[in-house]
C-alpha cells in the first residue's frame, strides 16, 4: 500500500473566510434595500450606484450584528473602528472601491468549538471578523455577447469571518461551517444560505510533512458554493498537493477555483496577478466607536446560543449527545422544545416527541416547525395524559396527535374524551377482558407454560382488540402474566 | 443696470420695486451674454432661472419670499444639481447628468436663491488657474491676459466680471481663497465638517469644503448660515449648532494675533505683498490689538505633505470613472480592460492623470509608509502645532497667495511651481481650519491681492466678526 503511505505522510493546514451576509433592510452605507434578489438594478440609489457626489453612511445595525458575532465566538471587541478602501477596479464595483476594515477588524482572537474526527471538542481560532460591503454581480451567461450587471447586490453588507489556520482536516472544515452557519442563524443576522450566496466560503490550503513545524505553500480556492462542496474541494486539493510534492513539483501561491461537476480544483489566477488593493482609511466615515455599554446593552438581547443549549441537554436534561445535537441543529427546533419543556416534567419526553411525531410530521410535509399548528403547550398537555395513564402512548401519538393537527384548537383530553378514548386502567374491568382471551386459547396456555414466553403478545392483542384499545397496555400485560404463571 | 455688489443693495432696491427679480436675473443674462468670452459658464440655465425668478417675485409680492431672495447664484461645476449637466470640467463625465442635487444646493433653494448656471473650473478641481478645464481656460475679468487663479475660476471671474452676485466653489487646497485673491474677492472655506460634502464632486474627501465668492462678508456669512450644519448624508459633519453668522458684529475686543515670520520672509513672496502684510501689521497694533510672530519650520514641508494625502484620496475617489457606469466611455475599448485604459487616457487630462498616477504610487506597497503614513504624520503635528498657536491666539493672519495673479500660460509647463501656488493656503486645509481670503491690496501691477485670516475650529462667527475691521481699517 505504497499510496497510503505516501499520503499519511502529510498533514494539511486548512484556514477558511466565511463571508456573511447580513439580513439587513438596508444596505451597509445607503438605505437602498438588502433584500435578496428583485428586479435586477431596482435596489439601487445614487448611493450605491457610486454616483458623483455621493457619500457613504453606516447601517448601524450591523455594527450590532458585527458585536453579537463576536460575542458569540469568544472575540475581543475594538474600542474604534476604522473604515478602510480597498481599491480594485472590477465592474460590479461602481465606486472602484470597497469599503471594509482592515487594520482595526471590529471583532479580535475569537474561537469556536467544534467536533474533530474522533468526536472530541476541538477549538478552531478566529482570527478576526470584519464589516464590509458586498460588490454586484457580473452575470457572464445571459447574453451571448455582453456581460450583464446587476447592482442590487452592491453595497449589502457583509461579515468576513477569518479564521486561524487550525482545521487539520475536510471534516473539521466542513463541522467549522456548519458550526458557523448554526450561530448566524440562531443570531438571525444571516440566512446561512450558501447556494443563494449569503454564506460564501473561501478556502486556504497547505499541506507539510506531518510534525513539520514549517507550513508548506498554500492556495486559495474561491467562492465554493456549499458545505458539501467545501469538503470535497479540500479533499481534491490536499491529494493534488500532495501528489504535485511527491512528483517533484513546487506548489504556487494562487487562487483556484472548485469545478462541483467534475471535484476538481482549477487554476484561476497566480501572484503575479495578484493585486495591489492600497487600503487607506476611509475619509468619508468617522470611526465607529464600540463602548462597553453598547456591549452590555447587546448581550442582554443576545439569544441562546446552540452550544449553550447543547450542554444544557447534556448535563441539565441527561440527553444523549445525539438528540441534544438533533434538538439544537436549527434555532426554532430548539426553540420549540424549550417552551415544550415549560409543560412538562421530563425533558426526555419532550425531546422523544420533537424527534419522534412532532419532526416525521414535519419531514413528510416538509413544514417548517415555525409553521407548525400545533403549539409546545398543547403537545405538554398530549404528554401529561399518557403520563398520567388516561391515553396510551400509541393512542397519543397516532390518534390524538392527527386530530390535533386538523384541529389544533381543542385540548388533546377533549378529543379522547370525545372518541372514547381515555384508557382502562381500572383492574377489575381489565380483568374481564383478561380472562375472556385466556379462555379462547388454551393450547397457547400450555405453550407458555412450557416456557414460550413471547406468547403473552397474543393474549395482549386480544385484550387490546376487546377493550378497543383502550385497555392500558402495562397493567394488562401485568394481569396476563399473573394469570398465567398461576 | 447698476452692478450689485450686495445682496443687501439688491433686497432694498426689490423693496423699493425700483427692480424686481426678473429684470435682474435678466441683466446677468445679458452681461453673460457680453462676457461670454471669458469662459466662466460651462452652462448657463437662462429659461429656468428666468422662470424661477418670475415665482420669486410673486413670493415677494406676498411677503412670503425666503432670505436669499434676490440671490443669484452660479455653482461650480463640481456641485450636483437635480437633473442638470455636471461634469467637474472633464470629458469624463461627458454627457452625465446628476439625479440628485447637493444638500448646499437645496438649501439655497429653499431660501429662493437662483441657481443661473454651473461655472467652469479646473478639471476635478486639481489646479491652481483654471488652466486644466476640458472646456478651456477662464479669463480674469480685471486684466483677460492673467488667469483668474483655481480651481474655482470661473466661480471667481463670474462674480469679479458681474455675472451674478455670488458663487459657489470648492476648496481643496485653497481653489476658493487663491482665486479670491487674484479677482479681488472675498472668498471663504469654512471648518472642515461644517458644510455638508454632499453633492461635491470629491478630489480629496479629507479635505474639500465647499464656500463662497462674495463681494461683502454679510453675503459670505448669509450663505454660510444657510448652507452650514447636520446633514445626514454626510457623516463626517459636525453636529456643532450653526450660529446665526448674519447677526457677526465688527470685533469689538482686542485681538490676539498671530503670524509666521518664515511666510512672510519667504523668497517668494512678493515684496508689494509683504509690505502691505507689514502696514496691516501696523495698523493693528496701533489699533491695540496684540500681535505676535511665530517661528514655523514647517512651510517646506506643507505642500508636499498635502500632495501626497490628496492625490492618494483623489486616486481612489476617481477609480468611478471607468467608462463602465456613466460619463465617457472610449470608441475605441474592445473589452473590460481596455474599456479601462482607453476611457480613462481619453477622458482625463494631464494633470488629472498625473495626480491619479502620483497618488496611485504613494499608496502602493512598499511606498505606503514612506509617504502616505509620512504625510499623514507631518498633518498631525501640522495640526497640534497649529492649534497651539491658535490656544492663545484669535487668529492667524497670512499672505494668501505668494504673488498676484499670474499671466495665461506662463505656469503650465511647470507643475512643482504650480503647486507651490498653494503655500499659503494649504494649510487651513491640512488642518480643517476656516479661513477666508479678504481683498486687502493693490499691487502696482493695478491687480488685487488678498490676505487670509484663520480663525480656530467652527469659530466663523468670530472670524467673519474681525474680516470686517480688517475691510475697514
Redesign the interface.
Known sequence: MEHTTMYEKYEPVIGLEVHAQMQTKSKMYSTDSAEYGGIPNSHIS?IS??????????NKTVVESAIKLGLATHCTLTEENIFA?K?Y?Y?DL????QITQDKTPICRNGFITIKDKSGQEKKIGITRIHMEEDAGKSIHDLDPFD?L?DLNRAGVPLLEIVSEPDIQSPEEAYNYLTEIRKLVRYLEICDGNMEEGSLRCDANISVMLKGSKQFGQRTEIKNINSIRNVQRAIEYEIKRQIEAIESGETITMETRGFDAPSGKTISMRTKEMAH?Y???PE????PVFVSEKTISEIQKIMPPLPHQLFRKYIHEFELSEYDASILTDSKPIALYFEELCTFVSNPKTAANWVMGSIKSYLNEYAIEIEHFVIKPKTIGQLILLVEEGKVSHSIASQKIFPLLISQPEKNPLQIAQENNWIQESNQDALLDFVNKAIAMYPEKVAEYKSGKKGIIGLFMGEVMKLSKGKADPKVANHLIQEILEK | MKQYRSLAEIQTDLQSHAISVKQLVEAYLQRIEEKKHLNAFLEVFASEALKNAEQIDAKLAENKAGRLAGTVIGLKDNICYKGHKVSASSKILEGFESLYSATVVERLIAQDAIIIGRLNCDEFAMGSSNENSAFGNVLNPLNEKKVPGGSSGGSATAVAGGLCLATLGSDTGGSIRQPASFCGLVGLKPTYGRVSRYGLIAYASSFDQIGTFTYTIEDASLLLEIMAGKDEYDSTLSSEEVPEYSKALPFSKKAHIAYYKSYVEHEGLDPEIKKCFFEIIEKLKQQGHSVTAYDFPFLEYLVPAYYVLTTAEASSNLARYDGIHYGYRSKNATDLNTTYTKSRSEGFGPEVKRRIMLGTYVLSAGYYDAYYTQAQKVRRILRDKTNEVLSTNDFILLPTTPHTAFDIGQQVADPIKMYLEDIYTVQANLTGLPAISLPLGKHSNSMPFGLQLMGKSFCETEMFSFAKNLLHL
Open positions: 445614487p450606484l457610486g454616483h458623483p457626489g455621493t457619500l457613504p453612511r453606516i478602501r481599491n477596479f465592474a461602481p465606486k472602484g472601491y456581460t450587471i495591489d492600497r487600503y487607506f475619509p468619508d466615515l468617522l
